[in-house]
């Protein structure tokens, strides 16, 4: 309903400009060291940065992670980011169809197969919408877009900051066994900034969850979103809670070691460089994933703006693989780091 779209576009307000990234918080990767290679023997062209994802081969391994639909606004901005995934190979995720699920007449906005017509591009609905929404509905909003996969999120944190959220998340696993068995390869699932561990992790590939995207805590934070829109004791406890989950770095790390590796991991939630992409992919994620730094790129230069920022990133990782002489991200993940300070106390613990 009209709640839905307005909720919507005032959430794509605070992110453009707002404080949605509190300082204190941190991904825990610059306890992660890669080493420099002196003498690293190949040309930066030959780095092989391809990857497999829902059944589609990406140039590189980057996911542009579910961030909006539902407004004109929104629209511009999935279009604008769905033909930069097209056009550089990365995979590509429309935001929350709830608006769409609610009034059809809002499908033209997560639409972007006339720009993006062979990107791999994932649908989005949150777990509790998906329980009211079945197999079947969910399967119908996948359908309406021509998406390759299906994104089911995961987002208690920002529920409970938020005065109309949800406050029983009694029963998520039933709704997950059954579209893990309906979209089997096809179904991804992700935190929102709060992170998915080890135990939440392998309970869901016991299900038949074959994606996960940890999105950790780090970068945008939906409690601090939800607390700079409440007012009163519920804006309190959100300012409380904006600092809470598991650091991006943590979460990659321990799910890798806890989940079988044919399990397609990927990295969200505060990576901002290409670097940091490849210090994710050195810890075990076979994509990074972005939302923020995208998002206000487009706002603020447009398709250009968003290009640019595109290029800086994909230039760097390419940098960080030649500098640690890897060849691939396969070579990457073999070659020594130094992991420490608290991203170490955390390891031990998870
Ligand atoms: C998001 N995110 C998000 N996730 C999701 O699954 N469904 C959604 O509708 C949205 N909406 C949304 C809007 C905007 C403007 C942003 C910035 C983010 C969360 C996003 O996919 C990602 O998990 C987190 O934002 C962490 O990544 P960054 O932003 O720190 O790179």
């Known amino acids: 309903d ?22 204190q918080n941190s991904t825990l990767l610059e306890h992660v060291h890669l080493i420099h290679c002196a003498m690293p023997e190949l040309a930066a062209d030959e780095v092989d940065l391809t990857t497999p994802f829902l059944g589609k081969s990406l140039r590189a391994p980057l996911l542009v992670t579910g961030m909006t639909g539902g407004t004109e606004r929104a629209g511009v901005v999935n279009r604008d980011l769905a033909l930069l995934a097209e056009r550089h190979g990365l995979a590509f995720g429309v ?28 649908g989005n609905i949150g777990l509790y919408q998906a329980i009211g929404l079945g ?3 969910v399967r119908r909003l996948s359908d309406a ?8 999120h995961l987002n208690a944190g920002q ?88 650091p991006t770095a943590a979460a990659i790390a321990s799910v890798r070691a806890a989940v079988a590796p044919e399990v397609r991991l990927v990295a969200s939630g505060g990576i901002r460089g290409g670097l ?11 994509l990074a994933g972005m939302a923020l730094p995208l998002f206000r790129a487009q706002q603020q230069g447009g398709l250009a703006g968003a290009e640019e920022a595109l290029k800086v990133i994909l230039t760097a990782l390419r940098q960080a693989l030649v500098l640690t002489g890897s060849r691939s991200v396969a070579e990457l993940r073999r070659r020594p780091r130094v992991v420490s300070g608290a991203l170490k106390d955390w390891l031990a613990a998870l």
């Open 276 to 286: 940091e992409c490849a210090k994710v992919l050195a810890l075990g994620a076979d």
């Open 135 to 137: 197999v079947d509905g």
């Open 159 to 246: 529920e409970l900051t938020q005065p109309e959220g949800d406050r029983d998340f009694r029963g998520g696993y039933r709704v997950v066994e059954a579209l893990a068995r309906a979209f089997g390869e096809r179904l991804l699932v992700k935190e929102t900034g709060c992170g998915i561990g080890p135990d939440v992790a392998r309970r869901l590939v016991e299900l038949g969850v074959r994606n996960l995207d940890v999105s950790g805590l780090g970068g945008t934070s939906w409690v601090r979103v939800e607390q700079l829109r409440a007012v009163g004791p519920q804006a309190q406890v959100g300012a409380e809670f904006s600092g809470w989950g598991i």
């Open 2 to 23: 009209e709640t839905t779209a307005r909720r919507k576009d005032a959430h794509l307000d605070l992110c453009a400009t707002g404080d949605v990234e509190p300082a």
């Open 145 to 152: 877009i021509g998406a390759d996969g299906m994104a089911l």
């Open 95 to 122: 935001g929350s169809q709830r608006a769409m699920a609610e009034d059809a007449a809002r499908t033209a906005s997560y639409a972007v197969r006339d720009v993006a017509p062979t990107v791999a591009l994932l």
